[in-house]
T-cell receptor, first 114, second 113 residues
């Protein structure tokens, strides 16, 4: 499978727990982006990463959210002490390292906070 | 926050007709424009991208860009029921390190058999 991979596809957490969402970019892609889609709303940018670097986190909530893209392994979006308002679909996209690159989306992780 | 606007619809067209989806954007520094299709409960799927003024055709899809009017559109010819989905317009302002896409809220298209 050469596409963007995300897991888990569905995640249920209780309020106060931690959620870890993983994303493996397409082969040959070195840029990863995380977006969030709240129910009945559009996609909103959260963070842009390259290997071992956060390039732009202007869309990340200031608290409880963090992201990383280590040298080895997938990119991780971590949400600490989840609240019901965090329930959403979280999509990862990847792109190659070219100026006008297109972004290809993974299947998403649907997070439900009880 | 850069703004991308789309008519939310729903837009209904009969099978075989042309569906026209429109999008306007506010940032004149926008350089790249994308149309994604999203079926309910699924992830966005790239349909087309366009960078230069004018038309770009790919099969039944034509993207049109007018940077002076800050307007981008998607035409779907010979619409099929399988085209029923939400269509997302996305814009990228490539300045400095910023490469993220700004999405419109989407237009829901229904193609009636």
């Amino acid at each position: 499978n050469a596409g963007v991979m995300q897991n888990p596809r569905h995640l249920v957490r209780r309020r106060g727990q931690e959620a870890r969402l993983r994303c493996s970019p397409m082969k040959g892609h070195s840029h990863v982006y995380w977006y969030r889609q709240l129910p009945e709303e559009g996609l909103k940018f959260m963070v842009y990463l390259q290997k071992e670097n956060i390039i732009d986190e202007s869309g990340m909530p200031k608290e409880r959210f963090s992201a990383e893209f280590p040298k080895e392994g997938p990119s991780i979006l971590r949400i600490q002490q989840v609240v019901r308002g965090d329930s959403a679909a979280y999509f990862c996209a990847s792109s190659p390292d070219r100026v006008q690159e297109t972004q290809y989306f993974g299947p998403g992780t649907r997070l439900l906070v009880l | 926050q850069k703004e991308v606007e789309q008519n939310s619809g729903p837009l209904s067209v009969p099978e075989g007709a042309i569906a026209s989806l429109n999008c306007t954007y506010s940032d004149r520094g926008s350089q790249s424009f994308f149309w994604y299709r999203q079926y309910s409960g699924k992830s966005p799927e790239l349909i087309m991208f366009i960078y230069s003024n004018g038309d770009k055709e790919d099969g039944r899809f034509t993207a049109q860009l007018n940077k002076a009017s800050q307007y981008v559109s998607l035409l779907i010819r010979d619409s099929q029921p399988s085209d029923s989905a939400t269509y997302l317009c996305a814009v990228r302002v490539s300045s400095g390190s910023a490469r993220q896409l700004t999405f419109g809220s989407g237009t829901q298209l229904t193609v009636l058999p």
